[in-house]
């Protein structure tokens, strides 16, 4: 038997571009052969195999990683996706960009995010430090809202409901101010609703 270790585990629907993970082989193999091999054996699986290097002994994929990246998509517009269907989060009502970049900024920082981690969450402690979340829109297609968010770690669903909470504020049901007390109750019940899965991307991991 060969265990794999990844970096970070992710929900059914989650996406990854760059998922790390590590394996200790019980005999020798070039890199170009563990790739060929892996995506041979996984052609009916919608996942591949990018590239694969020698590492230490006491590498962790889980352990030793230094940050990791998430995206979040949103596509705002009020007609039905088409090929982002399962890609993006569909949010049909006009949303204040502006707002929630507002009450993202409250939620930077080293924080207890009990409210917004999941009840199954299994993080020893509920404090993490957030270091990015940023809000992004492109002149050339405003419709598109990317969610950036970086950390050493997250919770269980701790950026999907963050980004439902910044949604909330978007369409005008929350307050900023709402976001500031709910993070303060250190309660999920407090914290805003969750977004779903399949606009979550695992972008990268830093070693």
């Not at 091999?37 to 994929?61: H, K, T, W, Y």
Request: net charge positive; hydrophobic share 40%.
């Amino acid at each position: 038997p060969i265990e794999v270790q990844c970096a970070g585990r992710t929900d059914a629907g989650v996406h990854a571009r760059g998922q790390v993970a590590h394996v200790d082989f019980h005999e020798a193999r070039e890199p170009y052969a563990i790739v060929r091999g892996l995506n041979a054996l996984m052609m009916d699986a919608p996942i591949a195999v990018i590239r694969a290097e020698q590492v230490a002994d006491d590498f962790s994929a889980r352990f030793d990683a230094k940050k990791r990246h998430y995206l979040y998509r949103i596509i705002n517009r009020p007609a039905r996706l088409g090929l982002d269907a399962t890609r993006a989060w569909h949010v049909h009502s006009p949303l204040d960009i502006e707002k929630m970049r507002e009450a993202a900024s409250c939620l930077i920082g080293h924080h207890d995010f009990s409210s917004f981690r999941s009840g199954a969450c299994q993080a020893k402690s509920p404090i993490k430090t957030l270091d990015t979340l940023e809000i992004k829109t492109r002149e050339k297609n405003p419709e598109q809202v990317m969610i950036y968010t970086s950390a050493r770690s997250f919770l269980h669903h701790q950026v999907r409901n963050m980004v439902g909470t910044l949604v909330h504020v978007g369409s005008g049901k929350w307050t900023v101010e709402d976001v500031a007390r709910a993070l303060e109750a250190k309660d999920r019940r407090a914290g805003g609703p969750m977004a779903p899965a399949h606009g979550l991307y695992l972008m990268k991991v830093d070693y």
